[in-house]
């Protein structure tokens, strides 16, 4: 069957009109999630209420939940049906340091459990298990490649979750991202008394932020390299001891991080070379992997899209990372985003985060929810029509 005939078998009317409408009666309840989430920012793996709210929710409907779940302390995993086509939906629910929910994920949080609340009536009739998977710490930490590994999507057929944006994106496209976590160690003196004494440890992160700059202009054009000085000597009489900084890796394609973090790292051993100090180069996550969208999971978010009148999506280059981009590697997996702006602020902006719990916004929730929810039902009803 070609992907253009996938829209042509949706779920039967009656089960369309049964998830749409019980969004809708949900509306209020989902609603105050989405708004108490964004009152009460939490960052990575710190995510205790936001996480608490949305297992209360999903128990009161009906869902067997284990919480904490495969060793993350703010992890869920919600189940419903018993059918042989499993789907998963995953909820973010983390927050950024300093900025609140500037990515909206309280949104992905609350249009996630939206969707599997209308699924669960009309779940054993689909032929369908749903499984809601609370997903820590995607800002920073990795949270959904640790619960890959841990075994939370095993047996899943099908995976999504949707994000906010200040444009319409069907099939969203991301870089890979690997994480550094720099150090280097050099001595202390007196920087006139005893000054070739010292070794210091913020020029040698000088010197490896210069071969950087340098580095970046014999780099492919899609590739990105960017970070910050997170300590560089505490007083301008004391030659720095200890100098770190966190640097972000981009590439197009998760098999070209590899060979970018080579070269990044040789420029930090440059420095300290050339300063004679030590350097520590440690990854604090694992690495995101690039979004691969399904084409037939794809097809069916489209069409439901349309019908509920959302503006039709762009294309786009890759603009962001996200770990779900990690479940896609192994798992029919979709992403779309969903405009909450139209262009006027974009995410990690004081003004996102405003916007996240606007008018555009809440349509933008309860659209998400009904158009996951038949998108899923649409998918269980395609894999029971086609042969195997």
């Known amino acids: 069957m070609s992907v253009a005939d996938v829209a042509n078998l949706p779920a039967s009317d009656a089960d369309r009109a049964a998830i ?20 009460y920012p939490e960052p990575a793996f710190a995510e205790h209420r936001a996480s608490a709210w949305c297992v209360e929710l999903l128990r009161a409907h009906g869902y067997t939940v284990t919480a904490p779940a495969h060793g993350l302390e703010t992890a869920f995993v919600a189940t419903v ?19 609140g929910h500037a990515c909206g994920h309280n949104l992905i949080a609350a249009a996630g459990v939206g969707a599997a609340l209308a699924l669960a009536p009309v779940a054993g009739q689909l032929g369908l298990t749903v499984r809601v998977i609370g997903t820590p710490a995607e800002e920073r930490g990795a949270g959904k490649a640790l619960l890959l590994e841990a075994g939370a999507f095993d047996g899943v057929d099908a995976a999504m979750m949707v994000h906010p944006c200040p444009f319409e994106v069907a099939e969203f496209r991301s870089f890979a991202l690997g994480t550094l976590s720099v150090e280097f160690l050099g001595t202390a003196a007196h920087p006139s008394l ?16 210069v071969a950087l700059g340098l580095l970046g202009r014999q780099l492919p ?22 100098a770190t900084a966190e640097y972000e890796l981009r590439t197009t394609d998760a098999a070209d991080l590899a060979e970018l973090r080579t070269r990044v790292e040789a420029c930090f051993r440059a420095g300290a070379l050339a300063i004679g100090c030590e350097v520590r180069l440690t990854r604090p996550e694992p690495d995101y992997l690039d979004f691969r969208t399904d084409p037939t999971l ?38 779309p985003v969903l405009d909450i702006t139209g262009g006027t602020s974009a995410p990690h902006e004081p003004a996102f985060a405003e916007a996240a719990i606007s008018p555009q916004a809440d349509q933008a929730l309860l659209d998400a929810a009904i158009a996951m929810a038949w998108t899923a039902a649409d998918y269980a009803t395609l894999r029971h029509n086609t042969p195997h």
Do not use: K
């Open 81 to 99: 049906g018993t059918g042989p086509v499993t789907v998963a939906i995953a909820c973010e629910y983390d927050a950024l340091p300093g900025l």
């Open 298 to 335: 794809i097809a069916l978010w489209r069409a439901n899209a349309r019908e509920l009148g959302r503006p039709e999506p762009t294309t786009r280059p890759p603009f962001a990372c996200t770990d779900m981009g990690n479940v896609s590697h192994v798992i029919p997996t979709i992403h």
């Open 194 to 209: 005893n000054p070739h004494e010292g070794r210091s440890a913020a020029d040698a992160l000088t010197v490896a932020q």
């Open 20 to 39: 749409r409408d019980r969004v809708l009666t949900n509306r209020d309840e989902l609603l105050a999630l989405s708004r108490r989430i964004h009152a």
């Open 221 to 242: 054009a899609d590739w990105r390299v960017h970070g910050i000085t997170t300590a560089a000597g505490t007083a301008p009489n004391v030659v720095p001891e200890r």
